[in-house]
């Protein structure tokens, strides 16, 4: 099936422990992208790729670091966490022929 | 700064028809979407306006002006299932998008 998949679907950590959140597409989209989404405020991007081997910072990204080794998957590490970063975590993609954005179902983040 | 602005929330009546507007100010713009997001889900693709004028899908309709920097969103005979929040986003200069915090639509019967 077509798609994006991210996991875990949700995850409760401490405070200071390291956290990989991944995702992988299968519809061979040249971009990916990082959001996290909190109560009242809109989608923020954290990190995005626009092709394999590329990344770029987005309007929050301390904290957090991304990689691109392969079109197919774009993981987050939260490298150390912090309560603040309890959030939902959406990964996106789009293809060079439309800036039409395709999300994954989400990852539901409590640090504590 | 960038900044999108949309209603919090709405309340309308099943069979009715409800405008969602949205108010942008980006540097740059390179085309406006629509999204619904059901609550405990993902946001799913509605409308992409890049021109002036009204985007015509089904039940659902997207208006843009540019030179206002103003969009709207029109959604006709509202179903139950039409509860969700609507996500206006602004593509910039830089091609990233911009999010508004989102409308929540509440239908009653």
């Known amino acids: 099936i077509a798609g994006i998949t991210q996991a875990p679907t949700s995850q409760i950590l401490a405070a200071g422990r390291r956290m990989t959140l991944r995702c992988t597409q299968d519809m061979r989209h040249n971009a990916m992208y990082w959001y996290r989404q909190d109560l009242g405020l809109g989608l923020r991007l954290i990190h995005y790729s626009n092709t394999a081997g590329t990344t770029g910072k987005g309007e929050v990204p301390d904290g957090y670091s991304v990689s691109r080794a392969n079109t197919d998957d774009f993981p987050l590490t939260l490298a150390s966490a912090v309560p603040s970063q309890t959030s939902v975590y959406f990964c996106a993609s789009s293809d060079s022929s439309s800036d039409e954005q395709f999300f994954g179902p989400g990852t539901r983040l409590t640090v504590l | 700064g960038q900044n999108i602005d949309q209603p919090t929330e709405m309340t309308a009546t099943e069979g009715a028809i409800v405008q969602i507007n949205c108010t942008y100010q980006?540097?740059?713009?390179?085309?406006l979407f629509w999204y619904q997001q059901h609550a405990g889900e993902a946001p799913t693709f509605l409308s992409y306006?890049?021109l002036d004028g009204l985007e015509e899908k089904g039940r659902f309709s997207s208006f843009l002006s540019r030179s206002k920097g103003y969009s709207y969103l029109l959604l006709k005979e509202l179903q139950m299932k039409d509860s969700a929040s609507y996500l206006c986003a602004v593509l910039d200069s830089n091609y990233q998008l911009i999010w508004g915090a989102g409308t929540k639509l509440i239908i009653k019967p």
């Open positions: 980006t540097s740059g713009f390179n085309g």
């Open positions: 306006n890049v």
